[in-house]
């Protein structure tokens, strides 16, 4: 059998504990910040999938020294970020390519920028109009300007006031980059609030940040500046225990612990969901971890409901919700969802081919889709599935195979993207 295929099989109970990978928002971020600070830092519970690592090369490669595994230490380089002699390859990582764009737009000189079939489809305007409108160059290809992306940075580049068309934490985080070499102070508006790691980050790193939430919309102000080096420590990645916690709520037998979490709204909006599907999930603290919770998740009787693309900004937590809304008495429809279509694959169609797979009626109407559910995962299909490169629909379809009768998935490999030892955490609740 290809090392890319898994046969999973049903979980008779799962039952235990699961320490998810360091949050990826978070582990980006702190790298970047790390390379444009002047002096030491080091980074405890960094992630360690290829995405992640795709930007640690890259910062490696514009003049940064990073040292270390399960702790990493990173020295600035001496000025700042300066142009590397060869194309900065961001492989699977669209996170690694706009919020890399930010920083190489106010790096003085030319950078290359390129990545794997999959990301090379994903656009980069959204990206190119605001760094271009600071005064930097950005060139793809095509009307979406999808890489490879050539950037001619500047320094300083203009400040500007900047509303963010769709939602989008990485457009947004990318302009806040930038905006660090830019020749006062950088406004950016949001119309929906979306992650806020990036901010909170550059406030931790000493730069002068403010937020303004009165209003209908959302600003965010930052002034030019320098990060501090400092010491990075990464909670575990609300995205990465969503399809544990689904598997919790699907499964006939179980009760599953996720530690380490930050509970920020717009990361855990799937809890609030399972909860209003009826899914037992709860929260608790622990005194040795202040700021951080523990999600438990058990066994239970799911109902349908709406899910609007608002509440879960990202998406990425969509198809681990697919396969709790096939586990559901009723129709579950996923409102707004356009944003799906432009991820790692098509992951508004995969949505739809998983619910299919799993032996539901699915069905799409313009950017909303619809699932009837079979009740319980115990009425779910086997099924084959092949994963197109994107890590969510590996993972979402193993725990729709553990919960049910099983299933094969072509394409596992690109799991190690985000969560290289997924199927070692999952078979461990046996």
Known sequence: MSDDVVDVSPLARAHGRVRVPGDKSASHR???L???????????????????????????????????????????PTGGPRPAAHPLDCENSGTTMRLLAGVL??????????GDASLSRRPMDRVATPLESMGARVSGQGPRCTAPLLIDGRRPLRAISYRVPVPSAQV????????????????????????????????????????DESG????????PGRPRARAWSVPAD???AAFFAVLGVVHRDALIEVPELERRAERV????????????????????????????????????????????????????????????RGVSAFRSMA??????????????????????????????????????ASAFAFFDVAAELDHRIVMASAVAGAAGVGCRIVGVSTVATSYPHFFEDLASLR
Request: one cysteine or more.
């Open 339 to 376: 944003e799906l279509r432009v991820k790692e694959s098509d992951r508004f169609e995969a949505a739809l081919d998983l619910a299919h797979a799993l032996g539901c009626r699915a069905w799409a109407d313009g950017d909303d889709f619809f699932v009837e559910g079979v009740a319980s």
């Open 269 to 328: 909006g799937f809890v609030n969901v399972l909860a209003r599907m009826g899914g037992r999930v709860a929260w608790t603290e622990t005194e040795s971890s202040p700021g951080r919770s523990t999600l438990v998740a058990s066994s239970s009787d799911l109902v349908a409901t709406e899910i609007v693309g608002d509440e879960i900004p990202s998406l990425d937590e969509v198809p681990a919700l697919v396969v709790a809304a096939a586990a559901s």
């Open 30 to 32: 702190a790298l970047l």
């Open 105 to 114: 737009a106010a790096t003085p000189g030319l950078h290359h920028l390129i």
């Open 34 to 76: 790390s390379a444009l600070a002047e002096g030491e830092s080091t980074i405890v519970g960094s992630s360690r999938g290829r995405d992640v690592v795709a930007t640690r090369h890259a910062i490696e490669q514009l003049g940064a020294t990073v040292h270390g595994e399960t702790t990493l230490t990173v020295t600035g």
């Open 216 to 223: 209908p919309e959302r600003v965010v102000r930052v002034r």
């Open 172 to 211: 947004k985080s990318a302009v806040l980059l930038a905006a660090l070499g830019a020749d006062g102070t950088c406004e950016v508006t949001e119309p929906v609030r979306t992650r806020t790691t990036t901010e909170d980050m550059l406030a931790e790193a000493g730069l002068a940040i403010t937020t």
């Open 238 to 240: 609300p995205s990465q």
